[in-house]
């Protein structure tokens, strides 16, 4: 197992560092606090987000499903990396919280304190992430909250997302 989970984080750290860098001008997203979220960053504003200078910053990220036990497969499939400022990757997948019923989803997160405060407008720190499967994860849905009947979704093996995010004190 310990085999494994190297093996994928040294396949993951190799196609993270063929992504292309954050340096293009990109919209930024605003957050007004510290805390970045990793998808929020990565997928809804192209690795660039803002915070309020001053901010010790912490990179989260959550996973919510339907049925505490699809919830408890991803805790045991997947493998969460981290590098902050282009340091080692560190595996963080054991950091996740045990599943807490929201009264809609069984909702699981991660919070990492990177140990790094932009003190000024225009600091700025890289943070690396990727969330990875080591085997195929379906998720039920139920009908009554909103889920197709009988329509799963299946997350394949790999790489579910990842890449790098820079963080700018404003």
Same mark, same amino acid.
């Given at each position: 197992?310990?085999?494994t989970?190297?093996?994928v984080?040294?396949?993951?750290?190799?196609?993270l560092?063929?992504?292309?860098?954050?340096?293009?001008?990109?919209?930024?997203?605003h957050t007004?606090l510290?805390?970045?979220?990793a998808?929020?960053?990565l997928?809804g504003?192209?690795?660039?987000?803002?915070?309020?200078?001053g901010?010790?910053?912490?990179?989260?990220?959550?996973w919510?499903?339907?049925? =505490?036990?699809?919830q408890n497969n991803? =805790?045991?499939?997947?493998?969460t990396?981290?590098?902050v400022n282009?340091?080692?990757m560190?595996d963080v997948?054991?950091?996740?919280?045990?599943?807490v019923?929201t009264?809609?989803?069984w909702?699981?997160?991660?919070?990492?304190?990177t140990?790094v405060t932009?003190?000024q407008?225009?600091?700025?720190?890289?943070?690396?992430?990727?969330l990875?499967?080591?085997?195929q994860?379906?998720?039920?849905?139920n009908p009554?909250i909103?889920?197709?009947?009988?329509?799963p979704?299946?997350h394949e093996?790999?790489?579910?997302f990842?890449?790098?995010?820079?963080?700018?004190a404003?």
């Open positions: 197992m310990r085999h989970r190297l093996a984080i040294l396949a993951v750290a190799a196609v560092a063929l992504l292309p860098g954050s340096a293009q001008p990109i919209a930024r997203g007004t510290g805390t970045v979220s998808f929020h960053c997928a504003h192209g690795g660039q987000v803002a915070v309020e200078a901010s010790p910053i912490i990179i989260q990220q959550g919510g499903t339907q049925v =505490l036990g699809d991803f =805790l045991n499939v997947q493998t990396i981290i590098s282009d340091a080692p560190l997948s054991d950091q996740w919280s045990a599943p019923n009264g809609v989803t909702a699981s997160s991660i919070e990492f304190a140990g932009l003190a407008a225009g600091d700025q720190m890289r943070f690396t992430f990727a990875v499967f080591s085997r994860l379906t998720e039920q849905f009554a909103g889920g197709g009947a009988g329509q979704i299946v093996a790999g790489l579910s990842g890449g790098t995010c820079t963080v700018t404003e």
